[in-house]
């Protein structure tokens, strides 16, 4: 019964390690070509694979597309959970902001494609996404209450400074992945969150 366990495990992680390797090449061909111009054809192109072989991974394009918005948005909530410990709430934003610039930096077509493409999910794989986003913003929000509520910040509109905060982090897809190699997720962290921390100061003005 071990071994038949072990080798189930390790049959796991090898068809999830070669989802992930999928994964990236055909992100890497969405941002060349655009979302709507791939077909499954040069999706297994890209990636070397039989067109058979890719539908035994991936049963179509939306299912990739989801399952990279997935992946991205599992590894922020993530990012969000290790860093609960309910303490500064400049501290967490910060880690906040780095967790998405990291994500941009290390995974430039996941992000691309969440930012872009999120109304081309359909049905259940656009309703768990909805999900996951509004869990992340529900995570951030209560963050930026905690600050309010104990004296960290100025008194404000929780929502609207949410979205300003994650529509600072988020944009930076735009601009960050050509100096990624240049400018750390820290150091660019640092340069937003610096000047909207100061916003949000009691001390400030």
């Not at 992100?27 to 791939?38: P, Q, W």
């Not at 040069?42 to 918005?69: C, Q, R, W």
Request: hydrophobic share 35%; proline share 5%.
């Amino acid at each position: 019964m071990a071994r038949a366990t072990t080798k189930k495990r390790q049959t796991t992680e090898a068809h999830d390690e070669k989802r992930g390797e999928i994964l990236r090449h055909c992100a890497s061909l969405f941002d060349r070509v655009g979302y709507h111009k791939t077909s499954m054809q040069m999706l297994a192109d890209e990636v070397g694979l039989g067109k058979p072989t890719l539908y035994h991974y991936f049963p179509s394009k939306n299912a990739i597309l989801f399952a990279m918005h997935d992946a991205h948005m599992s590894a922020l909530l993530a990012g969000l959970q290790e860093k609960d410990d309910g303490g500064d709430p400049h501290v967490r934003l910060r880690a906040a902001c780095i967790d998405i610039l990291r994500q941009i930096a290390e995974h430039p077509g996941y992000v691309r494609a969440f930012m872009d493409h999120y109304e081309d999910l359909e049905g259940k794989m656009r309703n768990h996404i909805r999900a996951q986003r509004n869990a992340y913003f529900d995570q951030v929000r209560s963050i930026i209450r905690h600050g309010i509520d104990n004296g960290h910040f100025r008194p404000c509109d929780p929502d609207l400074t949410t979205f300003g905060f994650l529509g600072m982090c988020n944009w930076a897809y735009k601009w960050y992945p050509p100096m990624a190699k240049k400018k750390t997720p820290e150091e660019v962290a640092d340069a937003l969150c610096t000047p909207f921390f100061n916003g949000l100061s009691l001390t400030q003005g």
